[in-house]
């Protein structure tokens, strides 16, 4: 017997549209924000992982992947990737990550800098993106900003498509950094009720 599918079960969707978005403009790389924001947003007014458990394409992906497609090997991931000192520390490398990409568009908005056109792939290797943008109206700050979103998804779909293929299929939830914050903010939240 099939359980009946919900709207949020074809979620899956959202992630390869939104990479396959920003080979064509990078600025469909602010669609990025949906998945820093909602998440955030639920588990602050709602005080629950719902998110992550129900709305959250990119896990589904790989759940398609590793198990519809069997592309996973199903293994049990390392325990220090579940481990907190590994989930936190790479929160806290994520959160200098995104800073360090605000900092870069404050700087290309004040002119303190030029445009970058470069997709950073694994915060190492760097891609010239320049296909991928025809200029706007807006300042160049709106395109850095949608150039360092793009890496962060990028690089994270890349991490997680490898974990996918190594362990179980949404062994990527076990140390994503939405995914941490927002049990954190869960935590607290349950606890001053």
């Not at 997680?160 to 076990?174: A, D, E, H, Q």
Request: hydrophobic share 50%.
């Amino acid at each position: 017997m099939h359980k009946k599918k919900h709207w949020y079960d074809y979620l899956w969707i959202y992630t390869p549209i939104y990479l396959a978005l920003g080979l064509f403009n990078i600025l469909f790389a602010w669609l990025g924000m949906i998945e820093f924001l909602i998440p955030l947003c639920l588990a602050l007014f709602g005080g629950e992982k719902v998110f992550c458990n129900r709305y959250c394409g990119r896990g589904q992906l790989f759940d398609l992947l590793g198990n519809k497609l069997k592309l996973s090997h199903k293994k049990n991931p390392p325990r220090f990737l579940s481990s907190v000192w590994f989930r936190y520390g790479f929160l806290l490398f994520f959160m200098t990550m995104f800073t360090l990409m605000i900092l870069s568009t404050i700087n290309v908005f004040s002119g303190v800098q030029s445009l970058k056109e470069v997709v950073t792939i694994l915060w190492t290797f760097k891609l010239p993106w320049h296909f991928a943008y025809h200029g706007t109206i807006f300042s160049d700050g709106f395109a850095q900003f949608a150039f360092g979103m793009y890496s962060i998804m990028f690089t994270s779909s890349i991490l997680g498509f490898i974990t996918m293929l190594l362990y179980k299929p949404r062994s990527w939830c076990v140390y994503c950094p939405m995914g941490t914050m927002t049990q954190a903010i869960c935590k607290v939240k349950n606890k001053s009720l």
